[in-house]
């Protein structure tokens, strides 16, 4: 072990998504990856994983290191997650100034000018992070603060211009990587909070226990969206050292399932095979999932997939026109996808398939074919989003050509790709928004749903339930079904591996909840009460809901909490400050949260700021099946109204 006082090294796993800290996440291999490679070569690690607890992030951080000195802390990730990596280094910067902050992954590899001037840490490991972690730090623990000598840096000396050393060229021999260090990360509370419901692949137990791992790093391929921090070159682990370490944690940790999360599994088929016929003999089998491409597939290497325990393979279709596929590089076409669809269901494989709008190439013809394409295949439940070009993809490197290169404008656009993705298409602003309004109706009125034979809770949060699929017709009963968010949610069926939404009226503890959500909506389905909307939306999404579910209500304001939309123009409003002041100022007025994956947390500063539940109506509680019968009631009241009037006026009442 290194001199504990000069190599103390802590890693912080930033905070994935609001519900991290209590569901699910996606682990954070490259990090453990990371820290196996400190320890493989001696160093002391200590590890905070934030997605293992709550409150907020500077608070986490100055009670666990409250205690506990570190000369390094190594934090990480995309560049999706720059604002919660600046976070944590402003926090560490106030509790320990003396610590070297050290930054890695795609974050600053893809901008590491923009990222270092605007997370300001002390060095930034760029590219794959193992060899260069350690020489790093060796060479820093040596006093010497000038790496020129370590392949795969960037830091400032004294303020000078920022140093970027030669690039580190890709591990080749990928077994002389330590195991990642799960067991550090503490992949036990991990592995045991996962319930059947938390994604979209956990449902094939009730206890998931999914393990993440790599077999192979790297795609040969350049779709213009993606992009490869660990670099294109393919490179694969010897199948002996996968198995290896498959075993090792099925049995050390009691692993269920495996989540495969190589790039590009099928590159090399006997060796795809070779892994499929070992995962077959191992002691206990285990059920797993995996990213394929279209073009690999065929019905043998899928019968082959299913006979080792593949229950289901994630695509990349990106769209249904041809067009569109080649201006993504993305060397596949629409014949290929569908084939790959009707193959991979007649295996008895589920499908996980993404459609992304927006490309350069897209018009709205091409935009509305794959989207036609989306509707006559409801039960897929293909998702769809939009075409967002991050940081090192090709696609970002025309957006910054196009315009002013300025760090300010590329990290507005890089918020615009994590918020609200940019047109980049060759569409109008109308024939954007024209799109955007049909994806989003599409998804809300897709009405393919299980039928609930039986819910019983178990205990305060977890249900047992029986789910009839509208796929294959058969039930599957499922355990620790864990219900956080109202509003309509999706499972699979564990026979036929298919999609279905499930309503939240499965779960009788929501029922008083939203029996009083639907009071409010009838209310304001009245149009006699002003309504506030917040926050504002994508403007064709609010169109889309707007015309599912608001005709007659009286829209009278908007608020939102992004400081940047305050005082801006959104439907016809100015946007207000979601706050206690702008709040009590309308006590007459109900709340109407529209679609959005943050309705608790709005929900819950709504209630903070003073709202009671009787003034809040929240979509995600409403079924579009229920707006006719809601409206018909009102048509009939008016109706009697109406009636009673007249009768009124000719003297019969
Ligand atoms: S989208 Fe898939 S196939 Fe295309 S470059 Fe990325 S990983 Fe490779």
Redesign the pocket.
């Known amino acids: 072990m290194k001199d504990p006082l000069h190599a103390n090294i802590l890693i912080i796993v930033p905070r994935y998504g609001q519900y991290a800290e209590t569901g699910y996440y996606e682990f954070p291999l490259g990090l453990a990856y990371v820290s196996a490679a400190l320890k493989k070569d001696g160093y002391a690690v200590d590890v905070i994983n934030l997605n293992h607890h709550g409150g907020p992030v500077s608070e986490v951080l100055t009670q666990s290191l409250k205690d506990r000195s570190h000369g390094y802390f190594l934090t990480g990730g995309l560049s999706a997650h720059y604002r919660s990596i600046k976070e944590i280094i402003d926090s560490v910067r106030d509790i320990d100034p003396a610590g070297k902050v050290i930054v890695g992954g795609g974050v600053v590899t893809a901008s590491p000018h923009i990222m270092y001037d605007y997370l300001k840490p002390d060095y930034m490991v760029l590219g794959e992070g193992e060899i260069t972690i350690v020489e790093l730090i060796r060479t820093l623990d040596n006093g010497c603060y000038d790496c020129r000598g370590v392949n795969g840096v960037g830091y400032r000396i004294n303020g000078g211009p920022l140093v970027l050393t030669e690039p580190r060229g890709p591990i080749l021999d990928l077994e002389q990587c330590a195991w990642p260090d799960v067991e550090g990360f503490d992949i036990q509370t991990y592995l045991s909070r996962q319930g059947p419901n938390d994604s979209l692949y956990l449902y094939v137990n009730d206890e998931p226990r999914f393990y993440p791992i790599i077999s192979s790093r790297g795609?040969p391929?350049?779709?213009t969206?993606?992009y490869?921090p660990l670099g294109q070159r393919y490179r694969s682990r010897p199948v002996d050292d996968f198995i290896a370490e498959v075993r090792y944690v099925v049995d050390k940790y009691d692993v269920h399932n495996l989540a495969i999360f190589d790039?590009?599994l099928s590159l090399k088929r006997g060796r795809l095979f070779e892994i499929c016929d070992r995962l077959k003999q191992l002691p206990r089998p285990v059920k797993w999932m995996c990213q394929l491409?279209v073009d690999t597939i065929d019905e043998e290497l899928l019968a082959r997939l299913k006979d080792a325990g593949c229950f289901l393979v994630s695509y990349?279709f990106e769209s249904m026109n041809d067009e569109v596929l080649r201006s993504m590089n993305?060397h596949i076409n629409a014949a290929q996808i569908e084939r790959a669809m009707t193959l991979t269901r007649k295996a008895g494989i589920g499908i996980q398939g993404y459609f992304i709008f927006g490309d350069p190439a897209e018009t709205l013809k091409s935009g509305l074919e794959t989207l036609s394409f989306w509707r006559d295949h409801p039960d897929y439940h293909l998702t769809m989003g939009y075409v967002r070009p991050y940081p090192g993809s090709v696609l970002w490197e025309q957006q910054v050509a196009k315009g002013d290169p300025s760090p300010t404008r590329q990290l507005e656009l890089l918020d615009a790709c994590i918020n609200r993705p940019p047109n980049i298409s060759s569409m109008n602003h109308m024939d954007w928004f024209q799109l955007k309004k049909e994806v989003t109706r599409a998804t809300i009125l897709n009405d393919h749903f299980g039928r609930c034979l039986d819910s019983c809770r178990e205990t305060d949060d977890t249900y047992r339930l029986s789910i009839e699929c509208p796929h294959c017709g058969r039930v599957s009963p499922y355990r620790r079904f864990k219900q956080r968010i109202l509003g309509i949610f999706k499972v699979s069926c564990r026979h036929c591996n298919q999609t279905m939404n499930i309503s939240p009226m499965v779960f009788e503890h929501v029922k008083n909840d939203y029996d009083r959500n639907r009071k409010v909506f009838e209310h304001i389905k009245l149009g006699t009460c002003p309504v506030i909307v917040t926050p504002c939306m994508d403007d064709a999404e609010f169109q889309a809901m707007a015309e599912i579910f608001l005709a007659g209500v009286n829209i009278a304001g908007v608020m939102d909490i992004d400081e940047s939309r305050i005082g801006l123009s959104y439907l016809d409003f100015r946007i207000r400050r979601r706050s206690k002041e702008n709040v009590e100022a309308v006590p007459e007025a109900c709340f109407l949260i529209p679609l959005t994956r943050y309705a608790n947390k709005i929900y819950s500063h709504l209630q903070s700021l003073g709202v009671s539940g009787d003034r809040i109506c929240r979509l995600d509680e409403i079924m579009p099946s229920e707006v006719s019968e809601v409206e018909n009631t009102i048509r009939g009241a008016r109706g009697k109204e109406i009636l009673s009037e007249l009768r009124r006026s000719e003297g019969l009442l």
């Open positions: 795609c391929f350049s779709c969206f993606c490869h790039e590009l491409r990349g993305k």
